[in-house]
Structures are given as C-alpha cells and as structure tokens.
C-alpha cells in the first residue's frame, strides 16, 4: 500500500521560500511518476509539478522558474522547493502518485502573507 506524507508548510512572507517534503512508503520514487497538487480556498485542486520516473520534470506555467520538484533516492522522497513565493500560492499542496489507483497525502498548509 502507497502512503504518502508531506511536510515543510508553513507561514512566509511574500518573496520568501519553503522546501516541501514528500515521504513515500510501499513505493520507490525513481521507478513512478509523482507531483504535487494544491487547492487554494473555494478553488479546485490544480496539478503544480511532476515528476517521471526518467527524472523528467514539468511544471504548471505561473510556477515555472520558481517552483523544482525532485526526488532522493536513497530517502525516497520527494521535494518541491518553492522560491519567490506570491501570496497566490497559498494553498493546502498535496503530494500524489497513481499506481493504478489514485494515492493522496494528506496536505500541508502554505501560506504566503503579504
């Protein structure tokens, strides 16, 4: 069974930065695609960034340039590293993976204060 954990939320200004943390267990991240989703209040979820198991990344375009998934191997996590934070990106950010069926963390809380 995949689970998966996130952590590394948190409360900054705008400009700021955080580094979102993604545990997987029951999985190896360098063989599956992973992203990350967040969901702002009173909007729908929306897909931020992926990564495939060649290490290929893809980014929604109002975070491109200053969001970066990765992924370590040996602690087989995964990472968004968000920079240049707008108060837009506030949002609950969920770590995702589909093996077949649909597998959701349980979300970390970013905000961005002006």
């Known amino acids: 069974q995949v689970q998966l954990v996130e952590s590394g939320g948190g409360l900054v200004q705008a400009g700021g930065s955080l580094r979102l943390s993604c545990a997987v267990s029951?999985?190896?991240?360098?063989?599956?695609?992973f992203a990350w989703y967040r969901q702002a209040p009173e909007k729908q979820r929306e897909w931020v960034a992926g990564i495939r198991s060649g290490g290929t990344t893809n980014y929604e375009d109002s975070v491109k340039g200053r969001f970066t998934i990765s992924r370590d191997n040996a602690k087989n996590t995964v990472y968004l590293q968000m920079n240049s934070l707008k108060p837009e990106d506030t949002a609950v950010y969920y770590c995702?993976?589909?093996?077949?069926?649909?597998?959701w963390g349980q979300g970390t809380q970013v905000t961005v204060s002006t």
């Open positions: 995702f993976t589909n093996q077949g069926f649909s597998t």
């Open positions: 029951g999985s190896t991240v360098s063989n599956n695609y």
